[in-house]
């Protein structure tokens, strides 16, 4: 079945350690997203890749790095420069036709990264 | 810019009572809209959306929502909740003229099922 896997679903993290979270998506889709959710308040964007090479800052970036070599990944990694890691992060992507660009967006099942 | 509002954080409601979680978002030109459902620990999977035709929209699980164009609003309705409903449920907005738009979500509506 097509989708969006991230791995790995909890992670737990020493202060000051680098991780880096996973995300593959066999829908063909060319955009691709990374959100942070806290509790009570909603989905925040942190990064998103529009094509191959390419991505932006969304509103939460530092802290933060992407890449996105492949249509397929956009790995999101979490530096020791993030003051408070500890969140639920969910990737998403979209399909990018114009004009039928909806922007509705699919989600993964999400990563708990816990920095202890 | 756009912006939504989720005006109740939390509903509590009885198994099988009826439901409405409501949406108001704020844009001067056409939009979609769409509401999510989170399962605990799970991400986001879509219930339904609004993108134009007819402004009631039914959408997985028995839910339905209205399209109101004169009040903004996009209130998500549900004539007997279920137990399995417990979640946490996001409406989210993006003008439709604008291509490149990412989707603006609300700060979501955690719906607890009471036996």
């Known amino acids: 079945d097509g989708g969006i896997t991230q791995s790995p679903k909890y992670l737990f993290r020493k202060e000051g350690q680098n991780v880096t979270l996973s995300c593959e998506q066999n829908?063909?889709?060319?955009?691709m997203y990374w959100y942070r959710q806290d509790p009570g308040q909603g989905l925040r964007l942190i990064y998103y890749?529009?094509?191959?090479?390419?991505?932006q800052k969304g509103d939460i970036a530092e802290g933060y790095s992407v890449s996105r070599e492949k249509k397929e990944s956009f790995p999101l990694t979490v530096t020791s420069a993030q003051k408070n890691p500890t969140a639920f992060y969910l990737c998403?992507?979209?399909?990018?036709?114009?004009?039928?660009?909806?922007?509705?967006?699919?989600f993964g099942e999400g990563s708990r990264l816990t920095v202890l | 810019a756009q912006s939504v509002t989720q005006l109740d954080s939390q509903v509590p409601v009885f198994e099988e009572a009826p439901v409405e979680l409501r949406c108001n978002y704020s844009s001067s030109v056409s939009v979609y809209l769409f509401w999510y459902v989170q399962y605990p620990n799970q991400g986001l999977q879509l219930l339904l959306k609004y993108l134009s035709g007819s402004t009631l929209v039914k959408g997985i699980n028995g839910f339905e929502a209205e399209f109101n164009k004169s009040q903004t609003s996009f209130h998500l309705r549900k004539p007997s909740v279920h137990i399995s409903d417990t979640a946490e449920y996001f409406c989210?907005?993006?003008?439709?003229?604008?291509?490149?738009?990412?989707?603006?979500f609300g700060t979501g509506t955690r719906l607890t099922i009471i036996p």
């Open positions: 890749s529009q094509i191959v090479n390419d991505f």
């Open positions: 829908l063909n889709h060319d955009a």
């Open positions: 989210a907005v993006r003008r439709s003229n604008f291509g490149n738009e990412k989707l603006t």
């Open positions: 998403a992507s979209s399909p990018y036709d114009r004009p039928a660009n909806t922007g509705e967006l699919f």
